[in-house]
């Protein structure tokens, strides 16, 4: 058994950061899904609130590796 994780750019601060590619909240850009660091999702909700949108709640394994078998 085996573990795995995804890198790439948050969506939003442009940073590489791994995360659970099966769980990481992401944002859909141009028909695509983009992942979202944990950072920019704690900067982000608060806008998130004031303009009456829920917030992101990550799943607490977001930013782990996830079971090989789940992908």
Request: include cysteine; hydrophobic fraction near 40%.
């Amino acid at each position: 058994m085996g573990y795995a994780f995804a890198m790439s750019a948050c969506i939003g601060c442009g940073r590489v950061f791994s995360y659970n590619p099966v769980r990481v909240p992401s944002l859909t850009v141009n028909g695509r899904r983009e992942p979202i660091c944990r950072d920019c999702v704690t900067w982000v909700n608060p806008m998130r609130r004031k303009n009456g949108l829920p917030e992101i709640i990550p799943a607490p394994d977001a930013y782990e590796a996830v079971n090989e078998a789940e992908l």
